[in-house]
Every structure is written in C-alpha cells, then in structure tokens.
C-alpha cells in the first residue's frame, strides 16, 4: 500500500537456511522501517533506516538479523541460518506526512 | 510495562452498536498519535490521526487526553466491515528519528 512493494509475498525455508527480504518503496521517501509481527501478536520494530544516517538497529532480535538500503532504496533483510521462531509476517513501512504507510509483508515460515 | 497498553478483546457486539477502545501509552515525550486498522492477514493502514482537541470521521470519534496519557476510539453504528484489529500507535521524536511505537492491538468482531 502507498508505494511499498515487498517480495516475496511468502517464504518457506527449512531450519538453519538464510533467507533475504526485499522492501522497494517508491523514491522520494528518506526513511524506512522493518517490523516483525508474529501471530496474534504487536508490531516488533526491527531497524529504522534515515538518509545517509546510520541506522538505527537497536530492535534487531539477534546478531543473524541484519539489514542494508542500498542508493537511499530498496532495503533488504536477511536472517542467517534462520530458526523456528523467526516464523512471521515482515513488515516495510515508510514516513509520508508524518504517518507510516507499509508494505504488504513476507509471510516467512521456517520449518 | 509496555510502552503502549490495549486491551486485547475480543470485542464481539452487534450490527448498530456503538463501541469503544482504550489506549494508554507511558512516554510522555509523545507527540503524534494515530489508530491504526489491520485486518486479518494484512498490513496495518492508517485509520485516523489522533488530535488533542479530539477529531470526527464519520462513525469514528477519536479522543486524546494528554494529562492522562489515554486515547479511545468510538466507532458508531458498527458495520460487520469494522471487523478488524485496531492498533493504537504513538510517535515521538528521538533525535532526528521519528519513532513509532504500536500496541498489541484490540481485536472487534461485528456480529449480523
């Protein structure tokens, strides 16, 4: 929604692969956030990315969660050697007008 | 204590009633307050913007209380499309960050 596209829409891997989200949100937009939201449960906040400032990961879970925004774009989030309890819905989420717009998610379910 | 409390629900009423959620969040440095819709199996979208005079659309009435740290949302003549998750979410500024912080969410079930 609002100029957020996110792929894959749904991911399936097995235990102990590594698996990379990509967030592609129209230009224009400086700042960009990922969340986790696993069933039943709130909005986990993630990283923050902010123009050419360095970002802010202080929700990354664990040191397999990393994150980059390449030319101030698209952003892409890779969980290494992933676990069961990585299992959620990833969210992208951009500022417009003060109000963050997200993106669909990746669905990720680890077996 | 989380930063932002709703209660979970599940609010189950019928077609026409009026209903209402609570939010409270503890940062008194908040400055934007916002509800949030998500349905099931979706993102999050913006509902309404939350102002201290409090503010009106249609059948949904948004209420802020700075003093008390307490935001409601009253939904009017509910319609079974109203099902959903309604999240409370509250942003500050932390640095040159805007930082949004989301409740659990309360989840509204209308019934025909």
């Known amino acids: 929604g609002a100029g957020v596209s996110q792929s894959p829409s749904n991911k399936v891997t097995e235990k102990g692969k590594d698996v990379e989200l990509r967030c592609d949100p129209i230009?224009?937009?400086?700042?960009l956030y990922w969340y986790r939201q696993s069933l039943g449960q709130g909005l986990e906040f993630l990283i923050y990315?902010?123009?050419?400032?360095?970002?802010?990961k202080s929700g990354l879970p664990s040191d397999r969660f990393s994150a980059e925004r390449t030319g101030g774009s698209v952003s892409t989030l890779t969980i290494q050697r992933t676990q069961q309890e990585d299992s959620a819905v990833y969210l992208c989420?951009?500022?417009?007008?003060?109000?963050?717009?997200f993106g669909p998610g990746t669905r990720l379910l680890v077996l | 204590r989380k930063e932002v409390e709703q209660d979970p629900g599940p609010f189950n009423v019928p077609e026409g009633a009026t209903v209402a959620f609570n939010c409270t969040y503890s940062?008194?440095?908040?400055?934007?307050f916002f509800w949030y819709r998500q349905d099931c199996r979706k993102e999050p979208k913006l509902l309404m913007s939350?102002?201290?005079s409090g503010n009106e659309d249609g059948r949904f009435t948004a209420q802020l209380n700075r003093a008390s740290q307490y935001i409601s949302l009253l939904i009017r003549d509910s319609k079974l499309s109203d099902s959903a998750t309604y999240l409370c979410?509250?942003?500050?500024?932390?640095?040159?960050?805007?930082?949004?912080?989301f409740g659990s969410g309360t989840q509204l079930t209308v019934l025909p």
């Open positions: 989420a951009i500022i417009s007008m003060q109000t963050q717009y």
């Open positions: 230009s224009g937009h400086t700042a």
């Open positions: 990315f902010q123009g050419n400032s360095a970002p802010d």
């Open positions: 940062n008194s440095a908040s400055q934007s």
């Open positions: 939350v102002y201290s």
């Open positions: 979410v509250v942003s500050r500024l932390s640095g040159s960050a805007r930082q949004l912080t």
